[in-house]
C-alpha cells in the first residue's frame, strides 16, 4: 500500500524523505508543491529530481477522498460531502465573508459526545478521521476555491475544528493536522486564525496548550452543571468548574487573550434572563481580572432527531445584552448556508445516520475511558 503523504506534517515528510535518501530541503520542496500548488502528480514537481520522483511515483500518494457532493448556498456557502470509505461521508464547509474566508472542518466521522442539540451527535459515531483526511479538508476546497475564482492566491484565512466530531478525541491525528495549517510552507496560517472547538476533554485542553497552542472555544451552552450534564453528557465527566480552570489555564499559552464560549440558544432550555445572569455569575467567580472571555450566542436550527426550539430574534437579543452589560463581550452569530443544511449544528444532514445503539455505546465509552 502507498504511504498517502498527506498524512505528513514537514517534520514527519522530511523523516520520511530521508528514508528514501533524500535531504530535508528535498521534503521541504515536495511539501510545497503539495500544499501551496495543490499538486498530486509527481512528474509535475519539475525542481525535483527525476530518481526521487520517481521513488515517489512507486511508493507514495497524495490522496485526498472523494468528493460525493459540493454545494452552494444562496449566500455563497459552500458545503463538501467527502466519502471516507465503508459507507461513511463527512462534510466540511467553507463560509466567505467580505474580510475572510473560513473553512469548518470535521475531525471524526460522526461524534460520540452526544449533545441534545447537536444533528452529528444524535448520528453516532463511526470513527476517528486520519491526519490526511482532516488535512485533505483544506487541500481540496483551498485549491478548488482558487480554480473556480481563478486566483493563485491563498483564499481560506481561517479554519475552524467545528465541522462534524469532537477534534481533542482525535488528538493524535489532529496534532499534525494542525501543524499543517500554520506552516508558512504550506498554508501559513496564524494560530489566531486557526480555532480548536471542544466541548471540554480537559486533559487534552492542557495538551494541546502545551504542544500547539492556537485559538481555543469551549461549547458551553449551559450556566449550571445540572444543566450542562443534561445537553451533553461529557459534562458528568469534567463539570463547570474544572472546565473552566482548564480555560483559565489554556491562556498562558493562548495566542489570543481570550477563550470563546459557544452558547447555543435553546427556547426555553438556556434563554431565560435568570439563566443570563447565572452565567455572568459563573464568569465573575473565576476571579480573574480582564476580559478572559467572549460569547458567542448561536440561533439553534431544528432538526428533524430533536424535539428542541431555537429562541426568537428578541430573546437572544435579550440575553446578549444582560451579558454585554455586565461586561462580558458577547456577539451573536449570524446564520449561514441554512439552504444547504451547512448551518451550525446540522451537519450530518446528508450522511447516512449511525444506529442508536452504537450511539449508546459510544456515549458509555467517552464516559468511561480517559479522553
Ligand atoms: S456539539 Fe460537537 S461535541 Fe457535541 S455532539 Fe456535536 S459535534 Fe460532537
Request: net charge positive.
Amino acid at each position: 500500500m502507498k504511504v498517502n503523504l498527506l498524512d505528513f506534517d514537514l517534520e514527519n515528510l522530511a523523516a520520511y524523505c530521508q528514508t528514501l535518501g533524500e535531504k530535508r530541503f528535498r521534503a521541504t520542496q515536495l511539501f510545497r508543491w503539495i500544499h501551496q500548488a495543490g499538486a498530486c502528480d509527481f512528474d509535475g514537481m519539475t525542481d525535483l529530481a527525476k530518481s526521487f520522483r520517481d521513488k515517489l511515483k512507486t511508493q507514495a500518494c497524495i490522496c485526498p477522498p472523494n468528493v460525493i457532493s459540493r454545494k452552494s448556498s444562496a449566500d455563497g456557502t459552500i458545503k463538501w460531502l467527502f466519502d471516507v470509505g465503508n459507507g461513511d461521508a463527512i462534510e466540511t464547509v467553507f463560509i466567505a465573508e467580505a474580510d475572510r474566508g473560513t473553512l469548518c472542518v470535521s475531525s471524526q466521522a460522526g461524534c460520540p459526545m452526544g449533545c441534545l442539540f447537536c444533528a452529528t451527535g444524535h448520528q453516532g459515531f463511526s470513527r476517528n478521521l486520519k491526519t490526511s483526511e482532516i488535512v485533505a479538508q483544506l487541500w481540496c476546497a483551498e485549491h478548488d476555491l482558487r480554480q473556480h475564482i481563478h486566483t493563485r492566491e491563498r483564499v481560506i484565512t481561517n479554519v475552524v475544528m467545528m465541522g462534524m466530531g469532537e477534534p481533542l478525541q482525535n488528538y493524535r491525528e489532529l496534532l499534525p493536522a494542525l501543524r499543517v495549517m500554520l506552516d508558512d510552507h504550506a498554508y501559513g496560517l496564524s494560530r489566531r486564525r486557526v480555532t480548536v472547538s471542544t466541548s471540554g476533554v480537559l486533559p487534552k485542553m492542557d495538551a494541546l496548550g502545551r504542544d500547539c497552542p492556537v485559538a481555543l472555544a469551549v461549547s458551553l451552552h449551559a450556566p449550571n452543571d445540572t444543566l450542562r450534564s443534561h445537553l451533553m453528557p461529557l459534562n458528568l465527566k469534567y463539570p463547570l468548574a474544572d472546565l473552566l480552570s482548564a480555560c483559565l489555564r489554556y491562556l498562558e499559552h493562548a495566542p489570543r487573550d481570550f477563550v470563546t464560549f459557544e452558547y447555543c440558544m435553546l427556547d426555553g432550555v438556556n434563554d431565560q434572563d435568570k439563566d443570563a445572569h447565572e452565567l455572568v455569575a459563573l464568569i465573575r467567580a473565576q476571579g480573574h481580572p480582564g476580559a478572559w472571555c467572549k460569547f458567542n450566542l448561536i440561533p439553534f436550527n431544528s432538526f428533524a432527531a430533536s424535539n428542541l426550539r431555537g429562541s426568537s430574534v428578541e430573546r437572544i437579543k435579550a440575553f446578549a445584552s444582560i451579558l454585554n452589560n455586565a461586561g462580558l463581550i458577547t456577539t451573536i452569530r449570524k446564520t449561514r448556508g441554512g439552504d444547504i443544511s451547512a448551518a451550525c449544528g446540522l451537519l450530518a444532514g446528508d450522511v447516512q445516520d449511525r444506529t442508536r445503539v452504537k450511539l449508546r455505546m459510544a456515549r458509555r465509552q467517552v464516559l468511561d475511558q480517559e479522553a
